[in-house]
C-alpha cells in the first residue's frame, strides 16, 4: 500500500506568518503518520509570485519537516493561469516559473507505486503560451505512453470542473473549458482512477466519467459563503489517499486536533479585505 498525505493551500510566508501555525502542527500529525509522500498541491505560498522571500521561507518550512516530499505549484506560487479572468493577480511567465522552480523543483514530474503511475502537472501551464506547456503536455504523452497496466492517478492544483466535463464557464477557480478539452484528449482514452486537486480550500470527493475526483482542503483557511459557494466541506487539514498494487484507492480527510479553521476575511493583511 502506498499512502500519499496530500497538504494544499498552506499559503506561508515569513513576514505574514498567518498560517504558519496551522503547517507547523499538521506537519507533527505527519511525522507521527509516517506517509509514503507528501504531497503539496499548491498555493504553497502565500504570494510566492510576486515575493520571492514567500518562495524560500515556504520551502525552509516543508524541509522541517525532513518527510519524503514533492511539489505542485499554485497560482499564488508563480502567477495564475494565464487564460483565468483577472482579479488583479499575477499571471504565470517565464520568469516567475523559473523562480518556482528553483526553490521547488520540476512543476511537473511523475513517478511510478506498485500498481499505479502517480502524475503531477502545472496547473498554471494550462492554456499557457509558455514554451513550457508544450513540454509538459510532452511529458504527458510519455507518461500515459509507458502506463501498461498500472493505474493513473493524476494531482494538479486546480479542480477539472465543478460536475461535469462539459462546463463552459471561464473561471479561476477550475480548469477552463478549451485547456481541460485539451488535457482530457492528451490522456489518449486513459480514464484516471483518481484526479486530486487544491485550491478551491473545500474537501470534496466524488465520482463523475468513472474517475473518483477528489479537492484536497487547505490547511491554513476557508474563504467565506459570501465570496465562494459551499462544494464541499470548509474545514482545514489534509488528505490521505492510499492506492494499493491491486488498483484500488481510497482517500480521507484527516483533521488535525487543536488546528483551527481560519477564515481568510478575519486576516485583511494577508489578501486585502473581504
Ligand atoms: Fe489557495
Ligand atoms: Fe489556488
Not at 463523475?208 to 467565506?224: E, K, L, M, N, Q
Amino acid at each position: 500500500m502506498f499512502t500519499i498525505a496530500q497538504i494544499s493551500d498552506t499559503h506561508l510566508s515569513d513576514d505574514k506568518p498567518f498560517f504558519v501555525d496551522n503547517f507547523v502542527r499538521i506537519g507533527e500529525a505527519l511525522r507521527a503518520s509516517r506517509p509514503d509522500l507528501v504531497l503539496n498541491s499548491g498555493d504553497i505560498t502565500l504570494d510566492g509570485a510576486s515575493n520571492e522571500a514567500d518562495l524560500a521561507a515556504a520551502r525552509l518550512l516543508h524541509d522541517g519537516l525532513d518527510l519524503p516530499m514533492r511539489f505542485l505549484p499554485g497560482n499564488h506560487d508563480l502567477g495564475d493561469s494565464q487564460d483565468s479572468p483577472g482579479h488583479g493577480e499575477a499571471a504565470i511567465d517565464a520568469d516567475r516559473r523559473r523562480r518556482y522552480v528553483s526553490y521547488f523543483g520540476a512543476d511537473w514530474w511523475w513517478f511510478d507505486a506498485p500498481g499505479w503511475r502517480v502524475l503531477g502537472l502545472n496547473a498554471q501551464l494550462l492554456g499557457s503560451d509558455l514554451d513550457e506547456a508544450e513540454m509538459q503536455d510532452d511529458a504527458i504523452a510519455e507518461a500515459v505512453g509507458g502506463l501498461g497496466s498500472r493505474r493513473l492517478a493524476l494531482f494538479l492544483h486546480k479542480p477539472l470542473f465543478d460536475r461535469t466535463v462539459d462546463e463552459r464557464e471561464i473561471t479561476g477557480r477550475f480548469v477552463n473549458p478549451v485547456p481541460r478539452r485539451l488535457l482530457l484528449a492528451s490522456l489518449d482514452g486513459v480514464t484516471p482512477a483518481l484526479v486530486s486537486c487544491g485550491h478551491v480550500h473545500q474537501y470534496r470527493a466524488s465520482e463523475a466519467f468513472a474517475t473518483r475526483h477528489v479537492w484536497a482542503t487547505s490547511t491554513a483557511f476557508v474563504i467565506p459563503d459570501h465570496r465562494q459557494p459551499r462544494y464541499g466541506l470548509k474545514e482545514v487539514g489534509y488528505v490521505e489517499h492510499r492506492l494499493a498494487p491491486d488498483g484500488t484507492h481510497d482517500s480521507r480527510l484527516v483533521r488535525v486536533p487543536g488546528v483551527p479553521t481560519h477564515d481568510i476575511a478575519r486576516f485583511p493583511e494577508a489578501y486585502g479585505p473581504m
